[in-house]
Protein backbone atom coordinates (compact mmCIF):
# COMPACT_ATOMS: atom_id res chain seq x y z
CA UNK A 1 0.00 0.00 0.00
CA UNK A 2 0.81 3.48 -0.37
CA UNK A 3 2.72 5.45 2.31
CA UNK A 4 3.48 8.98 0.71
CA UNK A 5 0.37 11.25 0.26
CA UNK A 6 1.79 12.00 -3.53
CA UNK A 7 1.99 8.08 -3.56
CA UNK A 8 -2.25 7.59 -2.38
CA UNK A 9 -3.27 10.03 -5.14
CA UNK A 10 -1.31 8.31 -7.82
CA UNK A 11 -3.50 5.32 -6.62
CA UNK A 12 -6.71 7.41 -6.29
CA UNK A 13 -5.45 8.68 -9.94
CA UNK A 14 -5.14 5.02 -11.71
CA UNK A 15 -8.09 3.69 -10.06
CA UNK A 16 -10.08 6.21 -11.55
CA UNK A 17 -8.89 6.34 -14.88
CA UNK A 18 -8.73 2.56 -14.92
CA UNK A 19 -12.46 2.53 -14.42
CA UNK A 20 -12.80 5.18 -17.22
CA UNK A 21 -10.72 3.18 -19.12
CA UNK A 22 -12.92 -0.21 -18.63
CA UNK A 23 -15.95 1.36 -19.93
CA UNK A 24 -14.76 3.07 -22.87
CA UNK A 25 -13.06 -0.14 -23.93
CA UNK A 26 -16.42 -2.16 -23.53
CA UNK A 27 -18.28 0.57 -25.17
CA UNK A 28 -16.37 0.16 -28.35
CA UNK A 29 -16.36 -3.75 -28.33
CA UNK A 30 -19.90 -4.12 -27.63
CA UNK A 31 -20.36 -1.28 -30.39
CA UNK A 32 -17.89 -3.68 -32.90
CA UNK A 33 -19.93 -7.05 -32.21
CA UNK A 34 -23.36 -5.72 -32.56
CA UNK A 35 -22.05 -4.08 -35.92
CA UNK A 36 -20.80 -7.64 -36.74
CA UNK A 37 -23.89 -9.37 -35.55
CA UNK A 38 -26.21 -7.19 -37.41
CA UNK A 39 -23.93 -7.94 -40.68
CA UNK A 40 -24.24 -11.65 -39.78
CA UNK A 41 -28.12 -11.81 -39.75
CA UNK A 42 -28.12 -9.44 -42.95
CA UNK A 43 -29.55 -6.65 -41.08
CA UNK A 44 -28.09 -4.10 -43.43
CA UNK A 45 -30.33 -1.12 -42.56
CA UNK A 46 -30.02 -1.11 -38.87
CA UNK A 47 -26.51 -1.77 -39.58
CA UNK A 48 -26.24 1.32 -41.64
CA UNK A 49 -27.83 3.27 -38.48
CA UNK A 50 -24.91 1.81 -36.47
CA UNK A 51 -22.02 2.66 -38.50
CA UNK A 52 -21.55 5.78 -36.96
CA UNK A 53 -22.27 5.22 -33.21
CA UNK A 54 -19.27 2.32 -34.11
CA UNK A 55 -16.88 4.84 -35.27
CA UNK A 56 -17.62 6.82 -32.77
CA UNK A 57 -16.77 4.38 -30.00
CA UNK A 58 -13.39 3.83 -32.00
CA UNK A 59 -12.44 7.22 -32.15
CA UNK A 60 -13.23 8.08 -28.36
CA UNK A 61 -11.44 5.04 -27.37
CA UNK A 62 -8.57 6.12 -29.68
CA UNK A 63 -8.63 10.08 -28.49
CA UNK A 64 -7.71 8.87 -25.27
CA UNK A 65 -5.63 6.16 -26.11
CA UNK A 66 -7.22 2.96 -24.67
CA UNK A 67 -6.44 1.77 -27.95
CA UNK A 68 -3.42 3.00 -30.34
CA UNK A 69 -4.72 4.96 -33.22
CA UNK A 70 -4.05 2.37 -35.85
CA UNK A 71 -5.90 -0.18 -34.25
CA UNK A 72 -8.76 1.85 -34.59
CA UNK A 73 -7.99 2.59 -37.98
CA UNK A 74 -7.43 -0.98 -39.10
CA UNK A 75 -11.03 -1.92 -37.02
CA UNK A 76 -13.04 1.02 -38.94
CA UNK A 77 -10.92 -0.22 -42.10
CA UNK A 78 -11.74 -3.55 -41.86
CA UNK A 79 -15.93 -3.42 -40.96
CA UNK A 80 -16.20 -0.84 -43.84
CA UNK A 81 -15.08 -4.07 -46.19
CA UNK A 82 -16.93 -6.35 -44.52
CA UNK A 83 -19.92 -4.08 -45.07
CA UNK A 84 -19.25 -3.75 -48.44
CA UNK A 85 -18.57 -7.05 -49.03
CA UNK A 86 -21.84 -8.41 -47.44
CA UNK A 87 -23.55 -5.89 -49.47
CA UNK A 88 -22.17 -7.15 -52.66
CA UNK A 89 -22.71 -10.62 -51.90
CA UNK A 90 -26.49 -10.10 -50.98
CA UNK A 91 -27.04 -8.47 -54.55
Known amino acids: MPITPSAKKALR ?6 KRNIIKKEAYKKAVTGYRKLIAAKKFEEAAKAFP ?4 ALDKAAKTKVIEKNKASRLKSRLAQLTSRSTKASS
Not at 13 to 18: A, H, I
Not at 53 to 56: E, L, N, P, R, Y
Open 13 to 18: QSVTRR
Open 53 to 56: AVFK
